[in-house]
């Protein structure tokens, strides 16, 4: 996900604070910087939209481990 | 209620097929009109409505046409892959009767041309998905 890398890298190095103190809710990250935590997803989208306007942000919870999502039909191509 | 109905002649054959249109979500509308850009117009698609989805998704193309700038990353689990990495999107998903959802779709290309948007779980979750398969017909109301 080359468009997010930096943001994801971010989000791994802060990971374990994060954890610490916010654990289940949803970080807003751009670039390097930690814009903000959130109760729900739509909210830490819908601040990255007024804080950054359309550019690619990061909105992903924090959690201990990140399960895939499934898609158990054959629909998709990958 | 806003609801819809689709009547196909051969819902097992061809399983919950419904022609939507996808158009950017809210926040992204907002943000555009706020930079003065113009909004994209709606991307009309061929989309399956597939329990077996954990997630709504849309093909790369649909995105392209848009667009769209990812909100975020998600590894993806299918029959044939352990974890892809996918983008997300914030958008509209435009039904018949106008019933509109918006959803956090992730862009995964599908297999063949036929469809385009997979309607996961993720929005029969806000309502009633009704199949009555034998009169060939699906409903769904929020």
Request: charged content about 10%; overall charge neutral; aromatic content about 6%.
């Amino acid at each position: 996900m080359d468009r997010l890398s930096i943001e994801l890298k971010t989000f791994a190095a802060h990971l374990q604070s994060l954890l610490g103190t916010s654990e289940g809710k949803f970080v807003l990250i751009r670039g390097e910087e930690i814009a903000g935590v959130f109760d729900n997803q739509m909210d830490a989208i819908s601040a990255g939209y007024g804080s950054f306007g359309n550019v690619p942000f990061l909105v992903k919870q924090i959690l201990k481990v990140d399960m895939p999502i499934s898609f158990v039909s054959n629909l998709l191509a990958v | 209620m806003p609801s819809f109905a689709v009547q196909l002649p051969n819902l097992q054959v061809m399983g919950p097929l419904v022609d939507i249109r996808v158009l950017v979500g809210l926040p992204v509308e907002q943000a555009l009109q706020k930079a003065g850009t113009t909004v994209p117009p709606p991307v009309a698609v061929k989309a399956m409505i597939d329990t077996g989805a954990s997630g709504s998704v849309i093909d790369p193309n649909t995105a392209k046409q848009l667009g769209l700038q990812p909100v975020g990353v998600v590894n993806i689990a299918t029959p044939s892959s352990a974890s892809v990495s996918c983008p997300q999107y914030v958008v509209r998903l435009l039904f018949p009767n106008n019933v509109v959802i918006q959803a956090i779709a992730i862009e995964a290309p599908m297999q063949g041309q036929q469809i385009q948007c997979l309607i996961g779980r993720d929005v029969p979750a806000l309502g009633v998905l009704v199949y009555t398969g034998y009169l060939n017909q699906f409903s769904f109301s929020l």
